[in-house]
């Protein structure tokens, strides 16, 4: 069953998984990238005071931050052992449960939480086995006006080396998350508005890696480069991975 995969996944990769689990972002590769995404959710979010409910938080990094800065936060996630490493991770960081509480459910069917300003999935909507029942719990959580964001990979993620090596080690669900998805079925859940948002590793990708252009001015790579900056400009990508912005 993938959902006992989830569940047992922080027993099944061992103590190296764990430490890396509970000192995220600063234990990813990518932590610069990481923190630009975070830093990014929050300059859309509401501002704080705020309540928010961090869906599939794992080892709660991403809860932390935000109480940090203020917003007033539910970290939910399915498995009982990332609860409780995410509350060791509130306990490290010296935040109280008034800041930040953890609790374990499955996001597509929660219960009533009471009533939230925002959302956000942060790289776990993607874990589901049925988005539209998760997206639909989720509009159901929020305020009238609130806003639902999702961090997720887009078309290709489900056949990437790293997700198949994970699906079949463990058995966890990793599918493509694609904007097209998100938005349908958000629609249908009863959201009003949306903006579909380059990632920042695509930002950096563009803008910040360094590339040996011919010297000519014009070139098929250059060509390529500006088609594609175009693109996130005036046509979003409904395939790629993306930050999703929706409006209850
Ligand atoms: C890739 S991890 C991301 C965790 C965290 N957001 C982060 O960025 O570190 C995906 C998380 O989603 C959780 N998850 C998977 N299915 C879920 C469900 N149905 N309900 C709640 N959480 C779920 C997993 O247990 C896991 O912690």
Same mark, same amino acid.
């Given at each position: 069953?993938?959902?006992?995969?989830?569940?047992?996944?922080?027993?099944?990769?061992?103590?190296?998984?764990?430490?890396?689990?509970?000192?995220?972002?600063?234990?990813?590769?990518?932590?610069?990238?990481? %923190?630009?995404?975070?830093? @990014?959710?929050?300059?859309?979010?509401?501002?704080?005071?705020?309540?928010?409910?961090?869906?599939?938080?794992?080892?709660?990094?991403?809860? *932390?931050?935000?109480?940090?800065?203020?917003?007033?936060?539910?970290?939910?996630? *399915?498995?009982?052992?990332? @609860?409780?490493?995410?509350?060791?991770?509130?306990?490290?960081?010296?935040?109280?449960?008034?800041?930040?509480?953890? *609790?374990?459910?499955?996001?597509?069917?929660?219960?009533?939480?009471?009533?939230?300003?925002?959302?956000?999935?942060?790289?776990?909507?993607?874990?589901?086995?049925?988005?539209?029942?998760?997206?639909?719990?989720?509009?159901?959580?929020?305020?009238?006006?609130?806003?639902?964001?999702?961090?997720?990979?887009?078309?290709?993620?489900?056949?990437?080396?790293?997700? *198949?090596?994970?699906?079949?080690?463990?058995?966890?669900?990793?599918?493509?998350?694609?904007?097209?998805?998100?938005?349908?079925?958000? %629609?249908?859940?009863?959201?009003?508005?949306?903006?579909? %948002?380059?990632?920042?590793?695509? %930002?950096?990708?563009?803008?910040?890696?360094?590339?040996?252009?011919?010297?000519?001015?014009?070139?098929?790579?250059?060509?390529?480069? @500006?088609?594609?900056?175009?693109?996130?400009?005036?046509?979003?990508?409904?395939?790629?991975?993306?930050?999703?912005?929706?409006?209850?």
């Amino acid at each position: 069953m993938p959902k006992d995969a989830e569940r047992d996944y922080l027993a099944n990769i061992g103590d190296a998984g764990r430490h890396h689990s509970l000192y995220k972002p600063f234990s990813n590769a990518e932590c610069g990238v990481d %923190l630009a995404s975070i830093g @990014i959710i929050m300059a859309l979010l509401p501002p704080p005071p705020a309540r928010l409910l961090d869906l599939g938080c794992g080892g709660g990094w991403t809860s *932390i931050f935000f109480a940090m800065r203020g917003y007033q936060v539910v970290g939910q996630d *399915i498995a009982p052992d990332m @609860i409780d490493l995410a509350v060791e991770n509130r306990e490290r960081n010296r935040l109280s449960p008034d800041q930040v509480t953890f *609790i374990c459910g499955d996001y597509e069917s929660m219960g009533p939480l009471g009533e939230f300003d925002c959302a956000v999935f942060f790289d776990s909507l993607h874990h589901s086995e049925d988005e539209a029942s998760a997206i639909d719990s989720v509009f159901k959580a929020l305020k009238p006006g609130g806003f639902l964001l999702t961090h997720e990979p887009g078309e290709g993620h489900s056949i990437n080396p790293h997700s *198949i090596a994970a699906m079949e080690q463990y058995g966890v669900t990793e599918r493509d998350m694609p904007p097209r998805l998100i938005v349908q079925r958000a %629609l249908e859940a009863g959201f009003s508005n949306y903006r579909v %948002l380059p990632m920042p590793h695509e %930002l950096f990708d563009i803008f910040y890696t360094k590339r040996n252009h011919p010297k000519r001015w014009f070139s098929k790579r250059r060509y390529r480069l @500006i088609r594609r900056v175009s693109r996130l400009l005036f046509s979003p990508d409904m395939g790629a991975s993306s930050i999703v912005v929706l409006t209850k």
